[in-house]
């Protein structure tokens, strides 16, 4: 039983086809790594297995409140202290206790520190904290490594393969090496839509007027 | 729910957080309107329902781009979309949040103000039962039209032009409920009307609010 699966899949950004026929399936313990040049459409392909933005064509199969998406932004309260953005998403997903993510990204000693205080990598321990607490089994990670110090990429390189090694997933747009020999490696170059006709309708209110 | 709720109240509450910007609106729109218009009581007491309607709508619209805004820039409106808890239930926690840090300060501090501009005694009750009746309409309203106009640079302008007409059948009935208990009439009727609007926009706006920003997601 594969935890997602997603068949001949092709995403879309401001009307234009990205990449398409893609095609996978990750089972429990799978990770995945997306490979690609900027503006391929990694981002655009994650924030649509995502649910944010829906597919052009093509299938995606995952359970419901399956998969956990982290993005460019790390979705932090400058206003709250790391505790509170953590207990926050915690609730919010119904997730467990925070005290086990705060450990696994070394965030303990940051704990009562607000998060405008914290420097751009520390935020970024603190939002790849944030997947922990949501309890979901597939994490959907965008450029995960951006602004980490060498030993934090190792801590979340351990924190990703405890999740795997509790029957997670992960698909992981980076470009990196994290230290995941079992990793599969998805090459987007070949997926890139070929023809640039444009999608007949506008995807939004901000792209018709904006 | 009530998470989502008790960050929204704690952020507004904090240094930064624009609590108190409507509330310091509404006093600086009543302090000058006598100056502007003249002192004399007769005057005063004649105008001051509308001009403390007018006064506590535009009050309201002051901070509504802030509902979505922030939450869209930091990434965690993608995140909120993405949980279990419906989109639906977040806008109507987000619009409740932002009446509990405008309109309700509004309503209650309303009878302060109200004496700035001479508004007849028997009409003090009133003005405060009307301003909680139609207030939640307003943030309601509002937090749709923010979330038609989140991402959109400048988009504060557009949000403003496009919630002012929704914002009128409030106005209207609400300044009617307060003139009318002014003078001595029944303001039951108008106060009802009132109650309608904000009962319908409450059912309403939610859905329509999320589908925008699932729109705007995108």
């Known amino acids: 039983m594969s935890l997602l699966a997603v068949r001949d899949l092709a995403v879309a950004r401001g009307g234009l086809r990205a990449v398409e026929g893609v095609s996978f399936s990750l089972d429990p313990g799978g990770a995945l790594v997306l490979r690609g040049p900027n503006g391929i459409g990694k981002t655009t392909l994650l924030r649509t297995l995502a649910g944010l933005q829906p597919a052009v064509a093509g299938v995606i199969e995952a359970a419901p409140d399956a998969i956990a998406y982290a993005g460019h932004s790390d979705g932090l309260k400058p206003a709250l202290t790391v505790t509170e953005n953590l207990r926050f998403w915690s609730e919010i997903f119904g997730g467990p206790d925070i005290a086990a993510a705060l450990e696994a990204m070394n965030l303990r000693e940051l704990a009562a520190r607000p998060a405008h205080a914290l420097s751009a990598g520390q935020k970024r321990r603190l939002g790849l904290a944030r997947l922990m607490v949501t309890g979901r089994p597939v994490w959907l990670l965008d450029e995960p490594t951006v602004s980490l110090d060498r030993a934090s990429v190792a801590l979340f390189a351990a924190m990703l393969r405890a999740h795997l090694g509790r029957g997670g997933a992960a698909v992981i747009a980076t470009h990196i090496e994290l230290g995941l020999p079992e990793a599969e490696i998805l090459e987007l170059g070949p997926y890139r839509a070929r023809e640039t006709r444009r999608e007949s309708r506008p995807a939004g209110f901000n792209e018709a007027f904006g | ?218």
């Open chain 2, 1 to 218: 729910m009530r998470a989502l709720l008790i960050r929204d109240l704690r952020l507004a509450t904090r240094a930064g957080g624009g609590f108190g910007l409507a509330l310091a609106f509404f006093l600086i729109v009543c302090t000058l309107v006598p100056f502007g218009v003249g002192p004399e009581g007769g005057t005063l007491s004649r105008i001051a329902p509308g001009i403390l309607w007018v006064g506590a709508l535009l009050s309201c619209l002051l901070s509504l781009d802030r509902i979505f805004a922030l939450d869209f820039e930091d990434g965690s409106l993608d995140l909120l979309a993405t949980a279990p808890l419906p989109l639906e239930g977040a806008v109507a926690i987000k619009a409740l949040a932002h009446w509990l840090v405008t309109g309700l300060p509004l309503a209650l501090s309303a009878p302060v103000f109200a004496l700035l501009l001479h508004l007849p005694g028997p009409a003090y009750p009133w003005l405060v039962a009307s301003l909680i009746l139609g207030t939640p309409a307003l943030s309601m309203l509002g937090a749709f039209g923010a979330a038609v106009t989140v991402g959109l640079r400048r988009g504060g302008l557009l949000l403003s032009l496009l919630v002012l007409p929704l914002y009128v059948p409030t106005l209207i009935f609400g300044a009617e409920a307060v003139r009318r208990g002014a003078a001595g009439a029944d303001p039951v009727a108008p106060l009802v009307f009132l109650a309608a609007i904000t009962l319908a926009t409450l059912a309403l706006a939610p859905f329509a609010a999320a589908a925008a920003l699932r729109v705007n997601l995108r």
